[in-house]
């Protein structure tokens, strides 16, 4: 009590020093209005907080449940921007590219964070790796699993990366799946 004692003081003294007199009622309405105007932020705000929970438990549920989850996350944050942002900042983080990609879909056509969303989608979608051994690797790991259009398109996007590395992996021309 000897803390909002303090406070109460403080704030007399400046009211009556700036010559300003308020009545005992007014003190609660400021706050009231403040809270009103304050609610629909806070209320983003706690919403973008539930749909990260939900993200987060994605890899302690069984697999029936982590699409529900990811639905649920998207859902929480569907008019907010900055949310979806955070859902996909959340989904790279937990390894979950489709849905990155599908909250920096929604956030394209908000139009808003531009910058930080081009960022994301280069590192989701040209991440050819951190050196030209471990983009050997993935593009290794990816023809042997039969992906060749990926296998075919990390490779350019090695080469461009690393052009003076000669010793790339040969690889099938890809099949079209039509």
Same mark, same amino acid.
Do not use: C
């Given at each position: 009590? /000897?803390?909002?004692?303090?406070?109460?003081?403080?704030?007399?003294?400046?009211?009556?020093? &700036?010559?300003?007199?308020?009545?005992?009622?007014?003190?609660?309405?400021?706050?009231?209005?403040?809270?009103?105007?304050?609610?629909?932020?806070?209320? !983003?705000?706690?919403? &973008?907080?539930?749909?990260?929970?939900?993200?987060?438990?994605?890899?302690?549920?069984?697999?029936?449940?982590?699409?529900?989850?990811?639905?649920?996350?998207?859902?929480?944050?569907?008019?907010?921007?900055?949310?979806?942002?955070?859902?996909?900042?959340? @989904?790279?983080?937990? /390894?979950?590219?489709?849905?990155?990609?599908?909250?920096?879909?929604?956030?394209? =056509?908000?139009?808003?964070?531009?910058?930080?969303?081009? !960022?994301?989608?280069?590192?989701?979608?040209?991440?050819? /790796?951190?050196?030209?051994?471990?983009?050997? @690797?993935?593009?290794?790991?990816?023809?042997?699993?039969?992906?060749?259009?990926?296998?075919?398109?990390?490779?350019?996007? =090695?080469?461009?990366?690393?052009?003076? %590395?000669?010793?790339?992996?040969?690889?099938?021309?890809? %099949?079209?799946?039509?």
């Amino acid at each position: 009590m /000897g803390r909002f004692n303090i406070i109460k003081e403080l704030v007399e003294t400046f009211l009556t020093i &700036t010559g300003i007199h308020l009545q005992a009622w007014m003190g609660p309405v400021f706050f009231l209005a403040l809270g009103a105007l304050l609610f629909p932020t806070i209320r !983003r705000s706690h919403r &973008t907080g539930k749909a990260r929970k939900r993200l987060r438990l994605i890899p302690y549920r069984r697999l029936e449940d982590r699409q529900r989850l990811e639905d649920e996350a998207l859902d929480l944050v569907h008019n907010n921007p900055s949310g979806q942002l955070a859902v996909a900042q959340e @989904a790279m983080r937990l /390894g979950r590219k489709a849905l990155a990609l599908e909250a920096l879909a929604a956030l394209e =056509a908000s139009g808003r964070h531009a910058d930080q969303r081009l !960022r994301m989608q280069r590192e989701l979608e040209e991440s050819p /790796g951190h050196s030209a051994l471990e983009a050997r @690797a993935a593009i290794e790991r990816l023809a042997e699993a039969e992906l060749l259009v990926e296998a075919h398109r990390r490779l350019s996007l =090695a080469k461009r990366r690393w052009p003076s %590395v000669t010793d790339w992996p040969e690889l099938p021309p890809p %099949v079209d799946e039509k």
